[in-house]
Every structure is written in structure tokens, then in C-alpha cells.
């Protein structure tokens, strides 16, 4: 299996512009995970999904943020508008028996 | 929440065990002690974990204390590619049975050659 692919592995937007990070977790797993990283927050975990259904999103910052799984397969993450302070590193996981999580390269994320 | 606490840093020299060690004092019965490592510029690793049996695989060892409130990650001879930050951290059940990982600062190795 190729892992988890995350797509942009780098991304630079402007201030208010909307930014869509992707997410291809591995085939048959069950559990999706974002997760932000920030050199003062560390890692942050956004939201999660089971089974495509949002179980825990207690952890999205704001409105700005949504996140949807239209099926097993595909998941985004997007900001809008983005800000400065969304700068990060943001990394898509998945899981199967939601114990072991197996992280994707992430996205590095610069918003000027 | 059950929190993790770890030193900021450790150093070790190569080939030589390494000790990493994890309080988690406020651990409850269903929490499952999980590592996992960063290396730079890439996404988090899965290493080891366990509820309460010492554990082995591959990469390394958990030894679990008998209370649950400790536990130390053993790398058993470190090399220069195992300079990572390693994370300890509790597998906690959040909406109902789903578990989710709740990461700390984590523990900075450097391996000296």
C-alpha cells in the first residue's frame, strides 16, 4: 500500500483566499484523523471521522474550518478564509482498529 | 484528560540502549499507552504500545510499571537515524467507543556518533 497521501505537500495562499488540503487514507481503514502542527501548539488534533461520519470535531479552531469524507476513499480539510495564524503543517491519519494511526507527510501550509 | 509528561530532551551515544522515559499518573483502566516518533520533516510513526504487559516488537520495547502511572520506551541500540522526538501518549475513549490520540511536547533524542 502506498500509505496515506496527502496532496499539497506545500501550499502558500495569500491572506482570505480559500485552501482545500486533501486526504487519501489507506484502503480499509475505518478512522480518518486531521491533525495541525504548530511549533507553539504542537500537535493538535482537528477532527476525526468514522466510518465517513464526523464523530469529534471539538477540535476545529473555528468556522473558518470544515472538513467533510465523501466516502471511504477522500477526505479535504479546508479554510476559509485563511489567516496567518493558520500557518502549520497539517497531517491527515488513518487508522483501522483504532489503535495504530498511520500518518501521511502532511501539507505545510503558509498563508502571507 | 490524562496527560503525559516527558523530558524535553534526552541525548544518547550510538549503538548504546536508550531509556525513554513517561509519567501518566492520572491514567484510568481503559487508556492504552502508545509511542510514537517524529522524525524531521515527516509525519508521526507509529513505535510500540500496550495497556499493561510489558511489550516487544522490532523497533522496540514498552515496559509498563505495575501501578500504570510510569512507563519507559527502550531502544535497545540507537542509531543515527532513530534521532527523532518520541512521544508518549494515552489512547483515550472520546464519543463513545472511539479512541482518540492526544499528543504531548514529546521527548527530543539526539544520537551522538
Known amino acids: 500500500d502506498a500509505g496515506v497521501i496527502q496532496s499539497p505537500r506545500h501550499e502558500v495562499t495569500e491572506m482570505g483566499q480559500e485552501v482545500t488540503l486533501r486526504c487519501k487514507p489507506i484502503s480499509g481503514h475505518d478512522y480518518l484523523f486531521w491533525y495541525r502542527q504548530t511549533m507553539m501548539r504542537g500537535l493538535e488534533l482537528l477532527i476525526y471521522?468514522?466510518?465517513?461520519?464526523?464523530?469529534?470535531d471539538s477540535g476545529m479552531p473555528e468556522d473558518r474550518f470544515s472538513a467533510k469524507m465523501p466516502n471511504a476513499s477522500f477526505s479535504t480539510l479546508k479554510i476559509q478564509p485563511s489567516e496567518p495564524r493558520d500557518s502549520a503543517v497539517y497531517f491527515c491519519a488513518s487508522s483501522f482498529n483504532r489503535q495504530r494511526a498511520y500518518f501521511g507527510p502532511g501539507t505545510r501550509l503558509t498563508v502571507l | 484528560d490524562a496527560k503525559t509528561t516527558q523530558p524535553n530532551s534526552m541525548e544518547s551515544n550510538e549503538e548504546e540502549p536508550v531509556h525513554l522515559p513517561c509519567n501518566h499518573s492520572?491514567?484510568?483502566?481503559?487508556?492504552?499507552i502508545h509511542w510514537y516518533r517524529q522524525l524531521p520533516s515527516q509525519g508521526p510513526e507509529y513505535v510500540i504500545h500496550?495497556?499493561?504487559s510489558n511489550v516487544n516488537n522490532r523497533m522496540a520495547s514498552l515496559a509498563i510499571a505495575e501501578d500504570r502511572k510510569s512507563s519507559t520506551l527502550i531502544l535497545h541500540r540507537a542509531t543515527l537515524r532513530d534521532a527523532a522526538v518520541y512521544y508518549c501518549?494515552?489512547?483515550?475513549?472520546?464519543?463513545?467507543?472511539?479512541?482518540?490520540?492526544?499528543f504531548g511536547s514529546g521527548t527530543q533524542l539526539t544520537v551522538l556518533p
Open positions: 501518549i494515552l489512547s483515550i475513549i472520546s464519543s463513545g467507543s472511539a479512541r482518540q490520540l492526544t
Open positions: 492520572t491514567i484510568s483502566g481503559t487508556d492504552y
Open positions: 500496550g495497556l499493561t
Open positions: 471521522f468514522n466510518n465517513n461520519v464526523p464523530i469529534d
